[in-house]
């Protein structure tokens, strides 16, 4: 079993800055890349951060520059740090993990429960 645990999510004003962090558990043998989707009201979920286990990242045009996708290998821990806030924003922010659970199992994505962030005055 793997769980994907999200915290931090909130209410924020525009122009402000939030850290979500989500934590992986479980039957674990390796994590390869890990990263954050959102998904708003009557929208699709897209993605909008990646980071590989060696650490590249990369990021969709709309967050580019304002949102910072990091992790902790030793923690199985990923944090997205999202800077100049804008109402647009506001999703219900997932994270992923693509996961073997052991050295010749499959990868599978596993997804977080989702936290809500909310940008609004």
């Known amino acids: 079993q793997v769980q994907l645990v999200e915290s931090g999510g909130g209410l924020v004003q525009p122009g402000g800055s939030l850290r979500i962090s989500c934590a992986a558990s479980?039957?674990?043998?390796?994590?390869?890349?890990m990263g954050w989707a959102r998904q708003a009201p009557g929208k699709q979920r897209d993605l909008v951060a990646t980071i590989t286990r060696g650490g590249r990242t990369s990021y969709p045009g709309s967050v580019k520059g304002r949102f910072t996708v990091s992790r902790d290998n030793a923690k199985n821990t990923v944090y997205l740090q999202m800077n100049s806030l804008e109402p647009e924003d506001t999703a219900v922010y997932y994270c992923y993990a693509d996961i073997t659970r052991c050295s010749s199992c499959a990868t599978s994505r596993y997804w977080g429960q989702g936290t809500q962030v909310t940008v609004s005055s």
């Open positions: 479980g039957s674990i043998f390796t994590i390869y890349d």
